[in-house]
């Protein structure tokens, strides 16, 4: 239902493209840049384990026919969708520690970008085929601002993805500056990943990782910026 309801949005955006404007297309729109944050909707069997994630997206897109308007999208990202903080203290808690583990997806992809238009407004689709990767890792905090360290990797699969989607980006005054709104598909086939609580720590000291082994698609919401090259 969610792969449909992605698709429908895709094709109402063009749908919603104004023909008149779109014969302005002298020129076309060239190469652009991208840098998106990231709101992940887990669906399907991940959706029953995990609520929604967060990140980053990173692009470029390479013209290679029509002057832009078709062009070779690369582009890679990192949606986080778990977090667990435990908080440790010694010596009358003189010193304060905190272990947090993290639940995360990484993910990177080629593949061809259509854009209709070259005006101001450029209603897009896009499809690729990569990798995820889901890996799960923990580290240590002194709670002193200085970062992370002793960081380890408790658990992490890679696999084989497809993303397909769209949007519409909206130019800001005159300049090469975009605002862009889309949405996503990312399918990730079967993977083997760790959600908040996988991790058992046991009064022995030894641990024990209960991993989940499902279809593992998510919906990326999308709101960036875009910048055009010419």
């Known amino acids: 239902m969610r792969r449909g309801a992605t698709m429908t949005l895709v094709l109402g955006l063009l749908a919603g493209w104004n023909t008149g404007a779109d014969a302005q297309l002298h020129g076309g ?50 949606s986080v969708y778990g977090l667990e903080h435990i908080h440790y203290c010694d010596y009358g808690c003189r010193v304060g520690t905190t272990l947090t583990t993290a639940n995360s997806v990484f993910y990177a992809g080629v593949g061809p970008e259509m854009v209709f238009g070259s005006g101001r407004i450029r209603p897009y689709a896009h499809a690729s085929a990569g990798l ?42 005159n300049g090469p500056i975009f605002v862009d709104l889309g949405v996503t598909h990312l399918d990730n086939q079967v993977a ?31 709101l960036g910026v875009s910048v055009a090259l010419r």
């Open 192 to 222: 083997t990943y760790l959600t908040r609580g996988d991790i058992v720590d046991n009064p022995d000291g030894t641990v024990t990782i209960y991993p989940n082994r499902s279809d593992a698609d998510m919906l990326n919401f999308k």
């Open 29 to 78: 729109p060239g190469g652009a840049v991208y840098v998106n944050f990231v709101v992940a909707d887990a669906v399907g069997d991940l959706g029953t384990v995990v609520d929604q994630g967060f990140g980053m997206e990173l692009g470029a897109g390479l013209p290679i026919a029509a002057d832009g308007h078709l062009r070779l999208r690369a582009d890679g990202g990192f």
């Open 132 to 173: 995820s990767w889901f890996v799960t890792s923990s580290s240590l905090d002194d709670n002193s601002g200085y970062g992370p360290y002793l960081e380890t990797t408790n658990f992490s699969d890679t696999v084989f993805s497809w993303r397909f989607g769209g949007g519409i980006r909206f130019g800001v005054g």
